[in-house]
């Protein structure tokens, strides 16, 4: 099989793991997103951080002479433009609520208090939020936790790629290696999420040299492919669907042999990922994980308000968590379908108004400071702006 500049399968992946996550965060009563399958895959998280390493192993993690100042840069300019906004979006509800609640009408909780405190904002601010026990992880938007996670091992990552080539894969490796080890002790020296991150992560870096030392010296029959990519579905399956010891650490080392496996794009489930839907999908997936929870929040208003006004039961708590039902069974899946496809469109609408503009003007800070160096520094400047696959990382 011949080596891919741009890992098309993943990045579909990338985006089913993400419309994944909306269904997890959303809850309907009666609909098919109460299945066990989108109640149990929360272990999918790990897939995120896994694929990540992949795919900055591919991009940044062979270049001999990386620029850490460029690589901190387009790091900041990818993830932070998206980031702010979300981030401000929250404290805008915040304040809209805390005038709603001051006027008598009370939503849920008081505004600005438990995960929406005011001092939780910093922490957001400088996205240390899941990194320390004294901080609300799922505060404010709250699927920004990962990126919290992954801020700061991009940058471990990066200071990293200043070594020898050889010496950055031994770093990588035993850093996914002790990770794992203490999780598997229950020796964990930081909060779990960033065990969990540092484990999966690195060993994305370590399968993507895995990955250089044998696509060109194995070729398989397309048939065989597609045989142990669909072994490979129903192994992911089965371990959302399943509980056992260590699930999570298990799915994560699952998940290098899948994203392994799929990057060589040689069977008929890749070739179904690479067709137009999923395609976009993967275009979509970091805007699709970082904004649907604000969408789904102004729904849940909606419907808690509808409910107040109404006196019907369309907002009811059920086990401590907010749900919201139409009254209909087909409504509420109709509905369900509806959101997933609202996700989409704010996702486009937030891809091509921040998140790539947020990228294009790192591009020029960097073009910028690339024009401020000598000649042969100006290559590798710039040449870390253009990542040919991480659209999501």
């Not at 500049?5 to 965060?25: E, M, N, W």
């Not at 850093?175 to 779990?192: H, K, Q, R």
């Not at 808690?304 to 907002?315: F, R």
């Not at 009254?327 to 509806?338: D, E, P, R």
Request: glycine share 6%; aromatic share 16%.
């Amino acid at each position: 099989m011949k080596p891919v500049q741009r890992f098309t399968t993943l990045d579909s992946f990338r985006g089913i793991c993400a419309l994944l996550v909306v269904f997890f965060h959303l809850h309907v009563v009666d609909s098919f997103i109460t299945l066990p399958f989108f109640r149990r895959d929360e272990v999918l998280l790990n897939f995120f951080f896994v694929l990540s390493g992949f795919v900055l192993a591919h991009t940044y993690g062979m270049k001999p002479n990386l620029s850490f100042k460029a690589f901190f840069i387009s790091r900041v300019f990818r993830l932070y433009p998206l980031h702010l906004t979300m981030l401000a979006v929250f404290i805008l509800f915040e304040t809209v609520r805390w005038t709603a609640y001051k006027k008598g009408f009370d939503l849920n909780n008081v505004p600005f208090t438990g995960l929406f405190a005011p001092r939780e904002i910093l922490p957001n601010l400088f996205l240390v939020q899941a990194w320390t026990s004294l901080t609300e992880t799922m505060s404010f938007n709250y699927p920004s936790w990962t990126i919290s996670i992954e801020f700061y091992i991009y940058l471990l990552f990066g200071a990293l790629c200043l070594l020898s080539m050889k010496n950055r894969f031994l770093m990588f490796a035993a850093i996914s290696l002790v990770a794992f080890m203490l999780i598997f002790s229950e020796n964990e020296p930081l909060v779990e999420r960033a065990m969990l991150g540092l484990s999966c992560f690195f060993a994305g870096n370590i399968t993507y040299l895995v990955y250089l030392m044998i696509r060109d010296k194995w070729t398989f029959k397309p048939w065989l492919v597609t045989v142990l990519e669909c072994a490979m579905m129903y192994a992911t399956w089965w371990i959302v669907m399943n509980d056992f010891n260590f699930r999570s650490p298990v799915g994560s080392l699952t998940f290098c042999a899948l994203v392994l496996l799929f990057a060589f794009e040689g069977g008929l489930v890749s070739t179904l990922l690479k067709t137009g839907p999923f395609v976009l999908l993967g275009k979509l997936s970091y805007s699709i994980y970082m904004t649907h929870a604000a969408l789904l929040f102004s729904l849940s208003t909606i419907f808690i308000v509808a409910q107040k006004v109404t006196g019907l039961a369309l907002a009811p708590m059920i086990g401590g968590q907010r749900f919201m039902d139409t009254g209909s069974v087909w409504a509420n899946n109709l509905f369900v379908i509806a959101v997933a496809g609202a996700c989409v469109i704010l996702a486009a609408f937030a891809h091509k108004y921040i998140e790539m503009k947020g990228y294009e003007l790192g591009k020029r800070v960097l073009g910028g400071a690339g024009k401020a160096r000598p000649a042969a520094d100006k290559p590798e400047a710039v040449q870390p702006l253009k990542p040919q696959v991480d659209r999501v990382a």
